[in-house]
């Protein structure tokens, strides 16, 4: 009698478990699905038909299969008791676990088929069950917390995909992959989120907003960094040309700014725009000269007609300067190499073809001339030439308030030309 009396109660315990753990399905319950493959062992959570997170399963064995079929949860129960061997819920021994989702099959409205825990966690990944499908504890109870009723269940046994097992059921999963939506383009990944931030694909790195995924392209300002991401979004690195301007990006595609040394040659790029220098120009009141490929010249260099020097450290020499032994003048505006007569500070001179300040008897035009040792003009010693105050050719004349005119002169970079360059914040596809 008092056997009776005990199964009695836990079938009517059972049932009041089972009701109220039964809820009216919500709204929400729409966005949620599970994929259950009953070949592979897995059970794979989707919301809004995206992957959210992969799992191992236990499902019905040779004798007692999972039914294949599309279902929905009706019931959530926590420790439920396992009802015939009559051991209690949470009970060790429970081969339920601590969580029970009734599934609708064949019309036992969740009291025969579900997704629940185990009291055997070696079974996890194997075909094992008398039906139902078993999970770790510790993602059962995750998995429980996170489906409402009424969430759909899709269970088939086949070596295929999840989305074959969605096609088959008439529901399309979220694809993998670049797509565009309101001229904005996106990557989705096999997992079924957005990529968002620095993304490595296929050998190229991407970057998309971190909030919602856009692939960023062209001049982009990440991070306090200049990037330019190409019309397809790829990072670009190293030597680029983009418009009629030369750049450099480091290995990491930060936009070189300033000086840099590349290769063992010496660049300056602006400081804003991180275009490349060519040509005169001007460096924190300094003038420099670059190459056409922007490679910072020094020593003596000739541009258009005239010849400058240039120190070791790239800086165009001005007014007297002694290279290798030998005395030169520049202009103090333009820094072009004086040559023939020239009169400097009041006092004349005379500069060689080359340039080179002569000193002591020197013919020139057929007159001879004596110079002191500081390269003055003392005066004529001989003269073949009637005319005797005849001004000597060529004379060069240099005042301090007078600007030597320069040839061949660049736009500068920093003082001359105001930079404008425009930074882009989020130039996005």
């Known amino acids: 009698m008092k056997n009776i009396f005990k199964k009695t109660f836990i079938v009517l315990l059972s049932a009041i478990i089972i009701f109220a753990g039964t809820a009216p399905v919500s709204n929400a319950a729409s966005k949620h699905m599970i994929i259950v493959n009953t070949k592979k062992n897995t059970l794979n959570y989707y919301v809004n038909y995206t992957l959210v997170k992969k799992f191992r399963c236990a499902t019905g064995k040779a004798s007692t299969p999972t039914p294949q079929r599309k279902t929905t949860i009706v019931n959530k129960i926590k420790n439920r008791p396992f009802y015939k061997t009559g051991i209690p819920g949470g009970d060790p021994r429970n081969p339920l676990g601590k969580r029970w989702m009734g599934l609708n099959i064949d019309g036992t409205q969740g009291s025969t088929y579900g997704i629940h825990g185990n009291n055997n966690e070696k079974s996890i990944g194997k075909n094992v069950s008398h039906g139902c499908i078993r999970m770790h504890n510790s993602e059962v109870e995750w998995l429980f917390d996170q489906v409402p009723l009424g969430t759909v269940v899709l269970i088939k046994n086949t070596s295929n995909s999840d989305n074959y097992i969605a096609n088959y059921y008439n529901v399309k999963l979220l694809q993998s992959g670049w797509f565009t939506e309101n001229k904005k383009t996106y990557y989705r990944k096999s997992n079924g989120q957005l990529a968002k931030g620095w993304t490595k694909m296929n050998g190229k790195t991407y970057y998309f907003g971190k ?43 930060v936009m070189t700014k300033g000086w840099a040394t590349i290769d063992g040659n010496k660049y300056y790029f602006g400081k804003v725009s991180g275009k490349l220098a060519t040509g005169w120009t001007t460096i924190s009141g300094k003038k420099y000269y670059f190459g056409t490929d922007g490679v910072k010249q020094t020593g003596w260099i000739t541009v258009g007609s005239n010849k400058y020097y240039l120190g070791t450290d790239g800086v165009r020499r001005t007014g007297w300067r002694t290279i290798d032994g030998n005395r030169y003048y520049f202009g103090k505006s333009s820094g072009k190499l004086y040559t023939g007569w020239a009169t400097i500070g009041g006092k004349k001179y005379y500069l060689g073809t080359d340039g080179v300040m002569v000193t002591g008897k020197q013919t020139i035009n057929g007159v001879v001339y004596e110079f002191g040792k500081d390269g003055v003009l003392k005066g004529k010693v001989e003269e073949q030439d009637k005319e005797t105050n005849k001004q000597p050719e060529n004379d060069q004349t240099t005042k301090d308030n007078k600007s030597d005119n320069e040839d061949n002169t660049k736009s500068n970079l920093e003082n001359n030309n105001v930079e404008q360059d425009t930074q882009v914040l989020e130039n996005v596809k």
Do not use: P, R, V
Request: avoid cysteine; glycine fraction near 20%; aromatic fraction near 18%.
């Open 211 to 253: 909030s919602k995924g856009q692939l960023y392209t062209g001049w982009a300002t990440i991070g306090g960094n200049k990037y330019y991401l190409g019309t397809d979004g790829a990072m670009h690195t190293g030597w680029q040309t983009i418009g009629e301007n030369k750049y450099y990006f480091n290995s990491k595609g």
